[in-house]
């Protein structure tokens, strides 16, 4: 399916993580023009324009999001597969865990979508992903429950204040994937999780992305205000994470 996004400008950020490498890869695939952002601009993938752009950082933010407009000639699409995790229980937890997963994954990436959208083209879209840990219970990491929560509702809010412009706005919540952040879970606790999704497996980061780059498409043009859940039936179970 010719997914129709050749010459469409897309701003992604969050570049060199798992799930943000394959979405780079479908979309120069798909024929986009693409900048790609990420904090530390030595770990992209070299596919599209490479951006340093911290989501910490107000002004970086600002910087980049012009830079982005100036090298593609105007922003179509904004996707963001950016993240911070800092694993610990609740009473583990200090004001600064909270505080660090909330900057990047919340404030910076609520700081990137109003600067976005304000040099963004009408009828374009934006994509944000989160994680299922907004509607289960995580108790090995109780900020990002709480940022993927609030993610959620921001991508819900923005769908209405910019559908009179036409732009779309999606979130993905992945369940368990493939990526570095499974480096910090024993094998045990692997074989534990991949017990308690129904598929009995943990997702490859180009399940998601593949999922994303749709959305993100013409072909996707009447959804907005919603998350799609790729999280091989894992939520349906309703059990907390551990």
């Given at each position: 399916?010719?997914?129709?996004?050749?010459?469409?400008?897309?701003?992604?950020?969050?570049?060199?993580?798992?799930?943000?490498?394959?979405?780079?890869?479908?979309?120069?695939?798909?024929?986009?023009?693409?900048?790609?952002?990420?904090?530390?601009?030595?770990?992209?993938?070299?596919i599209g324009t490479p951006?340093?752009?911290?989501?910490?950082?107000?002004?970086?933010?600002?910087?980049?999001?012009?830079?982005?407009?100036?090298?593609?000639?105007?922003?179509?699409?904004?996707?963001?597969?950016?993240?911070?995790?800092?694993?610990?229980?609740?009473?583990?937890?200090?004001?600064?865990?909270?505080?660090?997963?909330?900057?990047?994954?919340?404030?910076?990436?609520?700081?990137?979508?109003?600067?976005?959208?304000?040099?963004?083209?009408?009828?374009?879209?934006?994509?944000?992903?989160?994680?299922?840990?907004?509607?289960?219970?995580?108790?090995?990491?109780?900020?990002?429950?709480?940022?993927?929560?609030?993610?959620?509702?921001l991508a819900k809010l923005?769908?209405?204040?910019?559908?009179?412009?036409?732009?779309?706005?999606?979130?993905v919540s992945p369940g368990?994937?493939?990526?570095?952040?499974?480096?910090?879970?024993?094998?045990?606790?692997?074989?534990?999780?991949?017990?308690?999704?129904?598929?009995?497996?943990?997702?490859?980061?180009?399940?998601?992305?593949?999922?994303?780059?749709?959305?993100?498409?013409?072909?996707?043009?009447?959804?907005?205000?919603?998350?799609?859940?790729?999280?091989?039936?894992?939520?349906?179970?309703?059990?907390?994470?551990?």
């Amino acid at each position: 399916m010719d997914l129709q996004l050749t010459g469409n400008r897309v701003l992604l950020v969050g570049a060199s993580g798992g799930i943000g490498v394959e979405t780079a890869k479908l979309l120069a695939a798909e024929g986009a023009s693409l900048v790609s952002a990420a904090r530390r601009v030595e770990r992209l993938p070299g596919i599209g324009t490479p951006l340093a752009l911290d989501l910490t950082d107000e002004e970086s933010v600002a910087v980049g999001v012009r830079n982005a407009a100036a090298e593609l000639g105007g922003i179509d699409t904004l996707i963001v597969t950016a993240a911070r995790n800092e694993f610990g229980k609740l009473e583990e937890s200090d004001r600064d865990a909270w505080r660090n997963q909330f900057e990047v994954k919340y404030m910076g990436i609520a700081d990137l979508c109003r600067q976005t959208a304000e040099v963004m083209a009408d009828g374009g879209c934006i994509v944000l992903v989160t994680g299922i840990a907004a509607e289960i219970p995580f108790s090995g990491n109780p900020a990002g429950g709480a940022s993927n929560a609030a993610l959620t509702h921001l991508a819900k809010l923005l769908s209405i204040e910019l559908a009179s412009r036409n732009i779309r706005v999606v979130a993905v919540s992945p369940g368990f994937t493939r990526t570095e952040r499974l480096a910090n879970f024993s094998g045990d606790q692997l074989a534990s999780i991949e017990a308690d999704i129904p598929l009995r497996r943990v997702a490859e980061p180009e399940e998601i992305a593949s999922v994303v780059v749709f959305l993100a498409s013409p072909r996707a043009s009447y959804v907005t205000g919603t998350t799609v859940v790729i999280d091989g039936g894992r939520t349906n179970i309703g059990a907390p994470m551990p």
